[in-house]
């Protein structure tokens, strides 16, 4: 009876063991081809050369600037609104029918195509606020797709704060504002910043809504305004893939390379800045 | 009861709600100034509710509403044109469980005069250096002011939470079962704490310990199912008893 128990036990746990190595086997083997086909390519003059028509002189500058330029915009744009309207959702509002249809709406934003995003994107800031083909309607897009992932996950982590921090300022005679902004917010930064990580490392993969709204797919100088076009990392990787010669090809892994980095570095980046936080917080 | 001393609160026909739920029914009493007045009675009786009524904490509750009277000095605290933030100003809470802040010992003190317009610099390190000192902190914080809160005994950080209390200066204490996480030395370290602020504050005492009433107070209520059932000078509430439920409770035949 017992040695059954325990058979069953193990069983189970080499059922979980393979599932992680099926996860994990797909992720290594789709690396090992990128870096076999694009680690040769890879080089300091890949990084600082424009895009060109010869794949041995193609690089990668305008693109990788333009994913940066337009990730630090939609942050800009998308955290300041986000994390507002999941503290007025979570410390203003009252709870009642409302407030709950808001929050099925949101949750039903985040599951919405991204293609989506890049239709609502041309009509409404490429068409009639007139910012054409611009690195700011590309930023104004993607935090139009980043928002209902950072509005739930803020609100997630402002409720992570006990109430017991939230009462003993009140108790003090703090306003409502006074114990957001010095007790509240600081305690729920860090699960913030990790919602708001995983959703620009979501958006830094679009390619559909940034071709919706007709972001460039070659351009050989760097937008030098917020009002400039731009091109970004995956629309370029798609337009080298789909051409015909090998060489493109190995260009092609090469810049998933590239964005792979950027992934990882911003995600070091965000777990850095927690761990300082938390290490604040605990002293 | 002491009809000479002047009275804090003079509560009227006080009932309270969460929702649908009748919390507290035709409460009546006075809390007399620079006394401390335990408020027993078993669980779920209403005496948290009581006391957080009286700084107007539970207007954070949803579905939390009062009638009657609450006269605060004379003021009606619950008037449209009283100031909520005002009265918890002037009306300070010690809870249950220890929350302080998870910041410095410095700063955990300092966040309330902060909050009133202190500037920082030596009259705030004044303010955190008294606070602690009156209660009963200071010597055994002084060298770690910059260390965090979180890294306190439980007893202590009760302690702290009452010198956050008494940095803002209010003219009351409320406090919510202060000891019921607590062990009986850091208990009996608050209960003498509590003898020597009452000579410059008025204080109201929620607890469920009956031996801690006895020992600290001066006037007791006791409160069952919503009710006030019987307050009086503490002496008198324990020896001699005028109801029969609050015999019944105090001699441990129920609650």
């Known amino acids: 009876m017992l040695a059954n128990r325990y058979r069953t036990d193990f069983l189970f746990r080499i059922c979980a063991v393979a599932m992680l190595l099926i996860g994990l086997g797909t992720l290594a083997v789709l690396l090992i081809d990128v870096l076999m086909d694009g680690a040769g390519k890879l080089s300091w003059s890949f990084l600082t050369s424009f895009p060109s028509r010869k794949p041995e002189q193609a690089g990668v500058l305008s693109p990788l600037v333009g994913t940066l330029y337009l990730m630090l915009l939609t942050a800009v744009i998308a955290l300041p609104v986000g994390v507002g309207a999941a503290v007025y959702l979570e410390e203003y509002s009252k709870q009642g029918w409302f407030s709950r249809i808001i929050e099925i709406n949101i949750a039903n934003l985040a599951g919405v195509p991204s293609i989506i995003y890049g239709l609502l994107g041309l009509e409404l800031f490429v068409r009639a606020m007139k910012l054409e083909r611009s690195l700011l309607a590309g930023s104004a897009t993607m935090a139009l797709l980043v928002l209902p992932i950072i509005i739930i996950s803020a609100r997630e982590a402002l409720r992570a704060v006990p109430p017991s921090i939230r009462e003993a300022s009140f108790a003090l005679g703090a306003s409502q504002w006074q114990t957001i902004w010095n007790q509240v917010l600081p305690l729920a930064f860090p699960g913030i910043l990790t919602g708001s990580i995983l959703a620009f490392s979501r958006a830094i993969g679009e390619a559909a809504p940034l071709i919706t709204i007709g972001a460039l797919t070659y351009i050989a100088f760097l937008p030098d305004s917020l009002l400039a076009p731009f091109t970004v990392m995956p629309i370029q990787i798609f337009n080298w893939v789909s051409r015909p010669q090998r060489g493109f090809h190995e260009v092609a892994a090469a810049a998933i390379l590239v964005l792979m980095a950027v992934l990882i570095l911003m995600n070091a980046i965000a777990v850095y800045l927690r761990q300082r936080y938390q290490k604040r917080i605990n002293l | ?255």
């Open chain 2, 1 to 255: 009861m002491n009809t000479t001393s002047p009275m804090a609160f003079q509560i009227q026909d006080l009932n309270s709600w969460y929702g649908e739920r009748q919390a507290l029914s035709k409460i009546s009493l006075s809390i007399p100034e620079h006394r401390i007045t335990a408020i027993i009675g078993p669980s779920g009786c209403g005496k948290s509710t009581f006391i957080r009524c009286l700084n107007r904490i539970n207007d954070l509750i949803p579905g939390f509403r009062v009638d009657g009277q609450i006269l605060f000095k004379d003021q009606d605290i619950y008037r449209p044109n009283v100031d909520p933030i005002e009265i918890r100003y002037r009306i300070g809470m010690v809870f249950q469980k220890p929350n302080p802040f998870p910041k410095t010992i410095y700063e955990n003190i300092a966040y309330g005069p902060l909050l009133w317009g202190a500037r920082r610099g030596a009259e705030l390190d004044a303010i955190v250096e008294e606070s602690l000192k009156k209660a009963a902190l200071w010597d055994e914080v002084k060298d770690k002011l910059q260390q965090s809160a979180l890294a306190l005994s439980g007893g202590q950080q009760q302690r702290l939470c009452i010198a956050r209390t008494l940095a803002v200066e209010p003219e009351v204490i409320l406090l919510d079962e202060p000891c019921s996480a607590l062990d009986p030395i850091a208990t009996a370290r608050i209960e003498e704490l509590l003898l020597e602020l009452k000579k410059s504050y008025t204080i109201v005492i929620v607890t469920h310990n009956m031996q801690q009433a006895a020992r600290v107070s001066d006037v007791t209520g006791f409160f069952l199912l919503g009710e006030l059932i019987e307050v009086g000078e503490t002496r008198q509430i324990f020896t001699n008893p005028k109801d029969r439920r609050t015999e019944d409770y105090i001699t441990g035949r129920f609650g």
